[in-house]
């Protein structure tokens, strides 16, 4: 047999098809390009990516806690606390803890509920709703659900004893936390502001200082297992926090105390209905020693209404919980919490005489012997108007410097005239009206004045007495400030230096003179001109203060668009001492409703008040004048149990009158008034009882309301009571003042020779 040739496939010799040699092409660059790519994402994870990456995964299987910085102090110029941290506590829960717990508590006998036990014990301690804790114990995918903030230390460690009594180590938590306090609560609460919950400055130096203040928080990191609990890996991180700075302040709280006392009596005894500020400031250097609002507010409570704006919202028909209740809330809020002292602009009035009576003097358009003659009303030709005067029946002829003193319109509508208008307008903007002081205070407000294009001749003759523009309380200040300390206008601060933990000062703020507006020679005339006005017959007289010569004008100006209701601003500005001044004191009284509405009456009685009290504090001398001295108020000796003809021989020796009751050779036993009364020297009378037995007799205390010092102290003296003088000086001055108060009510019965302090108020039409 032949040898057999074996089949062949005929496939094997077929050719490929060309789209199956595509398809396989297309599928081996698919194939090659993903595992570039994978390579490519691989490598990009390895390098470039790496960090976020990591990250990732860390954020994943990480708990990050932070650790708060803690918040820098405020102090005042002395070292006085005003702003600190105290600590409190935080509870917050681990529902996925809770969660966890619990399913091991169900697979044993066992039976407890553990989110309505945490629910009912923390609800009762920490005083909130029992069913608000429950509902953060269904939120089992979280490790933290905040229950309350800022616990107290008694609440804290109730929290503990429940920790401890149960077991709840893993599910409840504490973690100390700081909260802002303030030690004075009210004092300078509009200067200092507040923190936030999240302890950020919302207001004031803690807003305006908020960076320097609130530090930089740390964080501290561990690792945890989906359910929350730390694993056993050595991955943690800390990172430390970074305490805030403290500022120390040029304010005094002595000061500070003396002004907002003042503050509030002239916005409670005027009625007030638009709040009252004041400043102190040194005149030299722009420190500010004391800035006050009044109604004040709680720091410590600040989303609490004061008592004023809680009697409006009562009084609003509101219901509470409805959307207006709460937006007239808010807006009361937001008004108490602004600084009326930098944020608000008002008319100057006449205490802006001053600046216009520094500008005529520096530019040599008057001197001080030049004549006026004031009718009550000054008419103006050239713009077909008549202007009064605040006194309408007018002063007569009248100098310069009485015109200031007296606080004529008409002779300061006639220099200002002579001043022409660009000369005006061109010392406005050097005294800084155009623009904010710079004070380091957030919401410092801004004056409003004519444009210059538009500033007219009529203009011109209305804002030389101080009316229709508005400036603030702190440019006015400062431009005062400027006359007083020879003609440098000054930049006002609150913050003298920043330091840090270890005391380092780190900031300082020097005293920063901006420019030379007018000469000492011109101010030195100006301050005279003014310390006149207080010590003589000028309309400030109430500013005075024995033993300082005090340099004062006040100012009373109608409030644009009041309608058909007048409504007023009464202030009045002062610097002293007049001859080497170093500190000014500025009180104004917004809407004042009772009584004289005078700045002379409203303002002028509580600014000489604060000079009073703060002067010799501030180690100002007082410099008595001889009348000052035969006219001072003394101190009674004490004199009991001394022979009766010695004890009056001493009392006759400080200047008293001296009446025994009894046996003249006899021991004193009792005596009126008591020992270390203050009386004034020249008229008391001390009555010297030398029968144990014999009673005082007693004498009804009669009403001096409304009379003039001569008859008031003529009065009591018929009456065989002394009289303690407070207030206007008119004792020295002559029998203009009237009585305003008495510190004892009219028919009390006392015993005779008791002193009744009576205070004395100048109630003349003076602006």
């Known amino acids: 047999m032949g040898e057999q040739t074996p089949r062949r496939n005929p496939s094997e010799d077929a050719p490929v098809h060309p789209k199956t040699t595509k398809r396989a092409g297309w599928l081996l660059l698919l194939m090659v390009a993903m595992l570039s790519f994978l390579l490519i994402r691989i490598l990009l994870y390895q390098t470039v990516q790496y960090?976020?990456?990591?990250?990732?995964?860390?954020?994943?299987?990480?708990?990050?806690?932070?650790?708060?910085?803690?918040?820098?102090?405020?102090?005042?110029?002395?070292?006085?606390?005003?702003?600190?941290?105290?600590?409190?506590?935080?509870?917050?829960?681990?529902?996925?803890?809770?969660?966890?717990?619990?399913?091991?508590?169900?697979?044993?006998?066992?039976?407890?509920?553990?989110?309505?036990?945490?629910?009912?014990?923390?609800?009762?301690?920490?005083?909130?709703?029992?069913?608000?804790?429950?509902?953060?114990?269904?939120?089992?995918?979280?490790?933290?659900?905040?229950?309350?903030?800022?616990?107290?230390?008694?609440?804290?460690?109730?929290?503990?004893?429940?920790?401890?009594?149960?077991?709840?180590?893993?599910?409840?938590?504490?973690?100390?936390?700081?909260?802002?306090?303030?030690?004075?609560?009210?004092?300078?609460?509009?200067?200092?502001?507040?923190?936030?919950?999240?302890?950020?400055?919302?207001?004031?130096?803690?807003?305006?200082?908020?960076?320097?203040?609130?530090?930089?928080?740390?964080?501290?990191?561990?690792?945890?297992?989906?359910?929350?609990?730390?694993?056993?890996?050595?991955?943690?991180?800390?990172?430390?926090?970074?305490?805030?700075?403290?500022?120390?302040?040029?304010?005094?709280?002595?000061?500070?105390?003396?002004?907002?006392?003042?503050?509030?009596?002239?916005?409670?005894?005027?009625?007030?209905?638009?709040?009252?500020?004041?400043?102190?400031?040194?005149?030299?250097?722009?420190?500010?020693?004391?800035?006050?609002?009044?109604?004040?507010?709680?720091?410590?409570?600040?989303?609490?209404?004061?008592?004023?704006?809680?009697?409006?919202?009562?009084?609003?028909?509101?219901?509470?919980?409805?959307?207006?209740?709460?937006?007239?809330?808010?807006?009361?809020?937001?008004?108490?919490?602004?600084?009326?002292?930098?944020?608000?602009?008002?008319?100057?009035?006449?205490t802006f005489k001053i600046i216009t009576a520094a500008m005529a003097l520096e530019e040599g358009v008057v001197s001080l012997e030049d004549t006026f003659h004031c009718t009550g009303a000054l008419t103006w030709q050239e713009f077909h108007t008549t202007i009064h005067c605040h006194k309408l029946k007018g002063h007569g002829t009248l100098t310069f410097v009485q015109g200031i003193q007296q606080s004529c319109n008409p002779v300061l509508m006639t220099v200002g005239h002579r001043l022409g208008t660009s000369t005006f307008y061109s010392y406005l903007k050097a005294f800084g009206y155009m623009q904010k002081t710079g004070v380091d205070l957030s919401g410092e407000g801004n004056s409003i004045f004519a444009a210059e294009p538009a500033f007219t001749g009529l203009d011109l003759v209305i804002y030389s007495f101080g009316q229709n523009f508005n400036v603030t309380l702190m440019q006015q200040i400062t431009a005062v400030s400027a006359v007083a300390n020879g003609g440098y206008l000054v930049t006002p601060y609150l913050v003298s230096s920043v330091t840090d933990g270890n005391g380092s000062v780190l900031q300082k703020t020097d005293a920063n003179i901006r420019r030379q507006v007018v000469s000492a020679q011109v101010c030195k005339t100006v301050s005279k001109i003014l310390e006149g006005g207080v010590s003589g017959d000028g309309g400030a007289k109430n500013a005075y203060v024995a033993g300082y010569r005090v340099a004062a004008k006040t100012g009373t100006s109608e409030k644009k668009n009041a309608g058909s209701i007048e409504e007023y601003i009464c202030s009045t500005v002062a610097y002293a001492p007049a001859d080497n001044p170093q500190y000014a004191v500025i009180i104004i009284v917004d809407e004042p409703k009772s009584g004289v509405l005078y700045g002379s009456v409203v303002a002028a009685p509580y600014v000489g008040r604060v000079m009073e009290t703060i002067l010799p504090y501030l180690d100002v001398e007082a410099v008595y004048s001889e009348a000052e001295l035969a006219k001072m108020a003394v101190k009674t000796p004490d004199v009991t149990y001394w022979s009766a003809s010695l004890a009056e021989r001493t009392c006759k020796s400080y200047g008293f009158k001296v009446r025994i009751v009894g046996d003249p050779e006899g021991v004193v036993y009792k005596q009126y008034p008591a020992p270390e009364t203050v009386v004034e020297k020249e008229s008391a009378t001390i009555i010297l009882y030398t029968d144990r037995a014999s009673e005082p007799e007693m004498i009804t205390v009669p009403n001096l309301i409304g009379k003039s010092a001569l008859a008031a102290n003529q009065e009591l003296t018929n009456q065989g009571l002394n009289i303690r003088i407070k207030g206007a000086p008119s004792y020295l001055s002559g029998t203009q003042a009237t009585v305003v108060s008495q510190s004892v009510a009219a028919g009390t019965q006392v015993p005779k020779g008791t002193v009744i302090e009576v205070t004395f108020l100048y109630l003349e039409d003076s602006d």
């Open 51 to 350: 960090d976020t990456y990591r990250q990732k995964v860390i954020d994943q299987v990480t708990t990050e806690s932070q650790v708060n910085a803690t918040r820098g102090n405020i102090y005042d110029r002395n070292g006085v606390l005003l702003a600190t941290n105290v600590s409190t506590y935080r509870v917050f829960i681990s529902p996925s803890s809770i969660a966890k717990e619990q399913s091991n508590y169900n697979q044993t006998d066992v039976n407890i509920q553990l989110d309505t036990l945490i629910a009912e014990h923390l609800s009762n301690i920490l005083e909130v709703d029992y069913e608000f804790v429950l509902k953060q114990t269904t939120y089992t995918k979280y490790l933290d659900r905040t229950i309350k903030k800022e616990v107290d230390e008694d609440m804290a460690d109730r929290v503990r004893e429940v920790i401890d009594a149960y077991g709840l180590e893993q599910m409840v938590y504490l973690q100390t936390t700081t909260t802002r306090y303030y030690p004075y609560s009210t004092l300078a609460s509009h200067v200092l502001g507040f923190t936030g919950s999240d302890g950020t400055g919302l207001y004031g130096l803690e807003y305006s200082y908020n960076q320097l203040l609130s530090g930089t928080n740390g964080r501290y990191i561990t690792a945890r297992d989906a359910q929350g609990n730390e694993m056993p890996t050595p991955y943690k991180e800390y990172i430390a926090a970074e305490d805030g700075y403290h500022i120390h302040t040029t304010l005094d709280v002595f000061v500070q105390s003396a002004l907002e006392e003042q503050v509030k009596a002239a916005y409670l005894n005027s009625n007030a209905q638009n709040r009252a500020a004041g400043i102190v400031m040194n005149v030299n250097t722009g420190e500010i020693l004391g800035m006050a609002t009044y109604p004040s507010f709680d720091l410590n409570d600040p989303w609490s209404l004061d008592a004023d704006s809680a009697k409006e919202l009562q009084a609003s028909g509101y219901v509470q919980g409805t959307e207006g209740y709460a937006k007239l809330k808010q807006e009361l809020l937001l008004d108490m919490w602004s600084n009326k002292a930098i944020t608000e602009s008002y008319i100057p009035g006449s």
